[in-house]
């Protein structure tokens, strides 16, 4: 509600407002008697809350707006948790979502290692890691980061998201003359770093080894050059020709950068990821992963050589500027590594329910998208009808998946993608077989619009 006196604009929270003044402290009780203040014509106000409901509005109407879910997850009972509504009222449901591919976010060691933390050092890191946030935990995580990938160092992170935007804009400011080649389905994360670097960088066809290859000919061979991609796509479920692009890589000179963020704690016979898995994990530079998905606890990482890992521990903004995280959760992730390495009982288990679980949609007629990896994508392809599916799995069956849209997709590649876990039993398969089977009989649509985009 606006006021209008004496030339001045009088809003009740936020002061006084005049052509070529700015915003004036109303609490300064200086600007109508302040000597030299030359009142001229009103300033139109800019409609901040029209920006950001028109922002909503717009994805509304695409059918993209997201809802979290409210849940609370059963120690030891997980997938299954519980879901709240705004009221406080709770109703068990079945997560068939969830990044925790191995279920190890309940693993009683990981839950003791970061029990006795806490009890130990209590709560907080206490700082940066240059400012008293390096503690013993974040040490030995660093070294067991290290030996799992073969290499001489390891870097610790907030998350990958961050370890992957530092990291990348870092090397370009290392190697100003750097050229990015990067897969065109890369991961939001790299896409930041890589644009946050602002230096040269050429897109390659997804896993596409001859136009990579057109493209490296391409660039002055004495020019500087990383490859980034990623092991598993977490959308699609493809897996990256790892030693084609090492070869590629080593005929034109350039540095390998690889996320292994949906591969870590599940591939390789100690959970190295693809790379160690395909036997080509020492022929990559940097490997970046997350200690929040397979580890199921929470972290991101760089392993690399020590020089690397040194270059980016000093230069990197995202690595000096930010409290380190909390001891507990370094200890959680250091027990799920530990553990994770010398056990391949989660990591069967985790492959052999993914490809039951294909098995299974397929049989039933459903539009399971193929793929090599433990990533189980049912296609709808159209926003509205991915959205009314994942509502009527979840209010009408207690099946919680999210539907997937645009920008984590391209438009009209919508889907819904499940995550069985070693975890989710041969019941629970057949109840969201059977859910899925009423509602896509229910709503022709969602199957025309797969045809439609096939
Ligand atoms: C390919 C890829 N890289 C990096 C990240 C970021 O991982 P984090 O959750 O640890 O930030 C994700 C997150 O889903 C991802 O899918």
Known sequence: MCVHSAGATLLP????????LGRLSWESGSVLSGAGLHLRSWVERVNYDKIFSDSIAAIKVEGRYRVFADLRRRRGAFPHADAYTSDGVSRPITVWCSNDYLGMGQHPDVIAAMHTALDTVGAGSGGTRNISGTTHYHVELEAEIADLHG???????????????????????????????????????????????????????????????????????????????????????????????????????????????????????RGGGIAERDGVMHRIDIINGTLAKGFGVMGGYIAATRDICDAIRSFAPGFIFTTSVA????????????????????????????????????????????????????????????????????????????????????????????????????????????????????????????????
């Open 13 to 20: 929270h936020r002061g006084l407002v005049y052509k070529g």
């Open 151 to 269: 290499k001489q160092s390891a870097l610790l992170f907030t998350s990958a998201f961050v370890a992957n935007d530092t990291t990348l804009a870092t090397l370009q400011m290392l190697m100003p003359d750097v050229v990015i080649f990067s897969d065109a389905k890369n991961h939001a994360s790299m896409i930041a770093g890589i644009r946050n670097g602002g230096k040269e960088k050429r897109i390659f066809k997804h896993n596409d080894m001859a136009d990579l290859e057109r493209q490296l000919k391409s660039v002055d061979s004495k020019r500087p050059k990383i490859i980034a991609f990623e092991s598993v796509y977490s959308m699609d479920g493809a897996i990256a020709p790892i030693a084609a692009i090492a070869d590629l890589a080593e005929k034109y000179d350039a540095l390998t950068y690889l996320d292994e963020v949906h591969a870590v704690g599940m591939y390789g016979p």
């Open 327 to 454: 001891p507990a959760i370094a200890a959680g992730a250091l027990a799920s590594i530990r553990h994770l390495k010398s056990s391949s009982v989660e990591r069967e288990l985790h492959q052999e329910r993914a490809r039951t679980l294909k098995r299974k949609l397929k049989n039933a007629g459903l539009p399971v998208l193929d793929n090599p990896s433990h990533i189980v994508p049912v296609m709808i392809c159209d926003p509205v009808h991915t959205k009314q599916v994942a509502d009527a799995l979840f209010n009408q069956f207690g099946i919680y998946v999210q539907p997937i849209n645009y920008p984590t997709v391209p438009r009209g590649g919508e889907r819904l993608r499940f995550t069985p876990t070693p975890l989710h039993t041969d019941a629970d398969m057949d109840k969201l077989v059977a859910a899925l089977n009423t509602l896509f009989a229910e709503c022709p649509m969602s199957l025309a619009s797969v045809t439609a985009a096939e």
